[in-house]
């Protein structure tokens, strides 16, 4: 199948190139940054940005895939640094992905959507169904991408389909989210010996370890389509506290210290998110359900970072 990933070398996208090319897809890649060391033979790479259309649309125009996976955005705390180019990337970029779906006969469209479109007061766990009033512009235009989608699945029946993402944690490097914490304690106390946290240790909200991520994408993308009541799932895994992560951390790498400084803004980010997703409409339409806990994740993380940064 031929498949096209916008923001390909991204967290998620670095890491569904190659879970994809083990499948036996033919890949392409559109992104601002041009290919990475280690890219799977055959990917073309379209070098652009999302928000100008006429690259974006040439692209998908000269791939010709069937399946777009969109998921080039700026996310929560790089946004609050500079909305107007989230705006920009994440408003225009979905509309352009979604107008070059249209016009070049792509049959389905996944989202990366996000905890973030979430606002203060909701019940806990979260539902699907609730009224959404997020924070930050990079939940905003989250918002509006699902709602976006959904319009052209009725107007023009593209088969849009995305999950609301908790915290994703790879072996890889974050990129400029508010819930890179986690990651960071792995990254930087193997690295380092040590980490200072911006979130307090009580902080918590939804994780989930990537293996599970792209399972989820893959499991969502091939569900036929008269099983999916809906276009945007939540998708939950794991919950743990800051604190909770720090002694998975402990437990592995000898030695580690981890320390709290709150940063103030991304506290409150982090606070009026869910601490817990109610995923029950995924289990119930396509039968989701996460296989990592915080211990099995770390169990076989650990040893992946200890790679990507070499410190054995
Ligand atoms: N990980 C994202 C962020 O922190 C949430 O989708 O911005």
């Not at 055959?42 to 010709?64: C, F, I, T």
């Given at each position: 199948?031929?498949?096209?990933?916008?923001?390909?070398?991204?967290?998620?996208?670095?890491?569904?190139?190659?879970h994809?090319?083990?499948?036996?897809?033919?890949?392409?890649?559109?992104?601002?940054?041009?290919?990475?060391?280690?890219?799977?033979?055959?990917?073309?790479?379209?070098?652009?940005?999302?928000?100008?259309?006429s690259?974006?649309?040439?692209?998908?125009?000269?791939?010709?895939?069937?399946v777009?996976?969109?998921?080039?955005?700026?996310?929560?705390?790089?946004?609050?640094?500079?909305?107007?180019r989230?705006?920009?990337?994440?408003?225009?970029?979905?509309?352009?992905?979604?107008?070059?779906?249209?016009?070049?006969g792509?049959?389905?469209?996944?989202?990366?959507?996000?905890?973030?479109?979430f606002?203060?007061?909701?019940?806990?766990?979260?539902?699907?169904?609730?009224?959404?009033?997020?924070?930050?512009?990079?939940?905003?235009?989250?918002?509006?991408?699902?709602?976006?989608?959904?319009?052209?699945?009725?107007?023009?029946?593209?088969?849009?389909?995305?999950?609301?993402?908790?915290?994703?944690?790879?072996?890889?490097?974050?990129?400029?989210?508010?819930?890179?914490?986690?990651?960071?304690?792995?990254?930087?106390?193997?690295?380092n010996?040590?980490?200072?946290?911006?979130?307090?240790?009580?902080?918590?909200?939804?994780?989930?370890?990537?293996?599970?991520?792209?399972?989820?994408?893959?499991?969502?993308?091939?569900?036929p389509?008269?099983?999916l009541?809906?276009?945007?799932?939540?998708?939950?895994?794991?919950?743990?506290?800051?604190?909770?992560?720090?002694?998975?951390?402990?437990?592995?790498?000898?030695?580690?210290?981890?320390?709290y400084?709150?940063?103030?803004?991304?506290?409150?980010?982090?606070?009026?998110?869910?601490?817990?997703?109610?995923?029950?409409?995924?289990?119930?339409?396509?039968?989701w359900?996460?296989?990592y806990d915080?211990d099995?994740m770390s169990?076989?993380?650990?040893?992946?970072?200890?790679?990507?940064?070499?410190?054995?």
């Amino acid at each position: 199948m031929k498949i096209l990933i916008t923001g390909g070398a991204g967290q998620i996208g670095t890491d569904l190139l190659h879970h994809l090319h083990g499948k036996g897809a033919k890949l392409s890649v559109f992104d601002v940054a041009g290919p990475p060391e280690g890219l799977p033979p055959g990917v073309r790479w379209y070098r652009g940005s999302v928000d100008n259309p006429s690259e974006l649309l040439d692209a998908v125009k000269d791939a010709a895939p069937e399946v777009v996976y969109h998921f080039a955005a700026l996310l929560s705390a790089t946004g609050e640094a500079a909305p107007h180019r989230a705006y920009a990337a994440n408003m225009d970029g979905t509309r352009n992905a979604l107008e070059a779906a249209r016009l070049f006969g792509v049959r389905q469209v996944m989202f990366a959507s996000t905890i973030a479109v979430f606002g203060p007061g909701l019940p806990d766990p979260v539902p699907d169904d609730v009224p959404l009033q997020p924070s930050t512009i990079y939940g905003v235009t989250k918002v509006a991408g699902e709602l976006l989608g959904g319009y052209y699945k009725r107007k023009w029946g593209l088969d849009f389909r995305g999950v609301r993402f908790p915290g994703l944690i790879n072996a890889g490097v974050p990129g400029g989210g508010t819930t890179d914490y986690a990651l960071w304690m792995y990254v930087e106390g193997i690295r380092n010996g040590k980490y200072e946290c911006y979130v307090g240790p009580e902080s918590t909200c939804p994780m989930m370890y990537m293996p599970d991520a792209l399972r989820a994408l893959v499991e969502l993308s091939e569900t036929p389509v008269s099983r999916l009541k809906r276009c945007i799932y939540n998708i939950a895994a794991i919950s743990p506290t800051a604190a909770e992560f720090a002694a998975a951390v402990k437990k592995r790498v000898r030695g580690v210290e981890i320390t709290y400084k709150v940063d103030p803004a991304r506290q409150a980010i982090l606070d009026s998110w869910p601490r817990r997703l109610d995923d029950s409409c995924a289990r119930a339409d396509w039968g989701w359900k996460a296989a990592y806990d915080l211990d099995r994740m770390s169990d076989d993380l650990v040893p992946k970072i200890r790679k990507m940064v070499g410190v054995f």
